[in-house]
């Protein structure tokens, strides 16, 4: 195993460190669509993605869901593991956007690890600050972009992200993705449909016209 | 100096780190309105505040803003060195909303304490985790909230802090903290008044049914 690639300061913990880390690893599989994490209940530990892709997002007391980050191979997950931090209190929740295997690091482990050592406390604080970074990127998206142009940057970055223009998507998927209505979602999409920007299809949406669907997003 | 007040884990630094900490302190002084921090592009340091009042907001490209978070006596704002952390990438301000007396330790010296010291950095993260928490907050009443809830909410938390239900606060004020139209938040406070939950006076608003007030906000 290579937790080693996971962690840039790996060299700087002591042997006994990596050895507890090490072993204290557990391999977990998770379905495309499973949930991981349901907020504060829940804890169980960092998580290292291996394969898939998991998303964090917050979820309204009427259900919607607002996605906050996603997470692909090689990335590490701490929103599973807030228990491990008193002053982080905040419901997020976790689910695998596809099969998935992610190695978990138990949080008492981690956290015990963490005290002694300055290299992976200053590491983790480094992780943090990347996904605060990732929910300002979306709460300026949230407050000062309009709609249509968050579908349009949705559509772009899930093309990105899969490497073809033939999303699989439904539009509830990107309703939840955005934090918006269903209703709205298929009234945009209909709109960059007649502008030629989008073809709507029976499993889901080709972008035909990228460069349009930029232009509008920004 | 009492460095100590602020850092509960102030003891468990080593002597030189201590001295490196307190002799590095610049004390600042800032008038109501001073712009303190300017997105990326500044990093005075790590702030702690002595007296008065800081708030660290989001500005769009429009010139509208968003509070993200309030810093009173005794709390130590971070986005101020941001700088410090390679990972943390967003376009955050601080201003005093009132004359504000702060401490700054220069990020250089902080972050030089912090690599060597695994209780000076875990205490970072958790001075982190509570921003994130605080931005994660404000991400749901944005999302989920209406904006007459938040407007109520406001003025409540308002005269929580001033102690008092003279709120000497101009609409626009209002508008800045919650990211809203100038007109949005006006027309709000008129039908307040009409519901008899405030009277909107000269110079500021009075809230003469916080009960009403409060349940609107729920």
């Keep these: 195993m290579d937790l080693k690639d996971y962690f840039p300061v790996w060299d700087r913990l002591t042997v006994p460190q990596q050895e507890i880390l090490s072993q204290s690893v557990v391999r977990r599989m998770f379905s495309k669509g499973a949930i991981i994490h349901s907020g504060e209940a829940d804890c169980i530990g960092i998580l290292l993605v291996r394969s898939g892709q998991l998303r964090a997002y917050n979820l309204s007391s009427e259900g919607r869901e607002l996605t906050i980050s996603r997470l692909f191979e090689r990335d590490i997950c701490l929103f599973s593991a807030a228990c491990m931090m008193n002053s982080f209190q905040c419901d997020v929740f976790i689910s695998a956007e596809k099969d998935s295997e992610v190695w978990a690091i138990p949080p008492r482990v981690y956290k015990a690890v963490m005290e002694q050592s300055a290299p992976l406390a ?5 992780l943090m600050a990347s996904r605060f ?10 407050m000062w972009k309009r709609q249509d142009q ?3 940057a949705f559509l772009l970055e899930e093309a990105a992200i899969e490497g073809t223009d033939q999303l699989k998507i439904t539009h509830e998927n990107i309703a939840n993705h955005l934090g918006a209505h269903r209703e709205v979602v298929t009234r945009m999409l209909r709109y960059f449909q007649s502008e030629g920007m989008v073809k709507l299809t029976r499993g889901g949406i080709e972008i035909v016209n990228p460069g349009k669907l930029r232009e509008l997003s920004e």
Excluded: K, L
């Design 150 to 152: 968050r579908v349009a």
């Design 122 to 126: 200053n590491y983790t604080n480094e």
């Design 133 to 142: 970074s990732d929910v300002m990127w979306v709460m300026e998206q949230v």
